[in-house]
């Protein structure tokens, strides 16, 4: 199983970023998808997931950010916008297969750096 994310870097504040994964060695439409962020000395956050039944945000990104995937093509996606210095953080894809439990696989992480 391999996620790999990209699309981080750095970005101003009131910026946009995308986000891609991409998943391997997974049956992608029976699996959960989402994001997590790490900030700095932080515990790592849920910031957006997405299954069959829709998709869920953090409250700190609703109205800003919108997770997506593609099927066909084992993505999900992770619009941002209006980024504030506060998103700043590594963001991590995850997968977990559905009903079988919370035992995600995770990709590598990319880094996300808003300024001020």
């Known amino acids: 199983v391999q996620l790999v994310e990209s699309g981080g870097g750095l970005v101003q504040a009131g910026g946009s970023l995308r986000l891609s994964c991409g998943a391997s060695?997974?049956?992608?439409?029976?699996?959960?998808m989402g994001w997590y962020r790490q900030a700095s000395g932080k515990q790592r956050e849920l910031v957006a997931s997405i299954n069959s039944g829709g998709a869920n945000y953090a409250d700190s990104v609703k109205g800003r950010f919108t997770i997506s995937r593609d099927n066909a093509k084992n993505t999900v996606y992770l619009q941002m916008n209006s980024l504030q210095p506060e998103d700043t953080g590594v963001y991590y894809c995850y997968s977990n297969l559905n009903l079988s439990g919370w035992r995600p696989y995770w990709g590598q992480g990319t880094q996300v750096t808003v300024s001020s």
């Open positions: 060695g997974i049956v992608f439409s029976l699996h959960d």
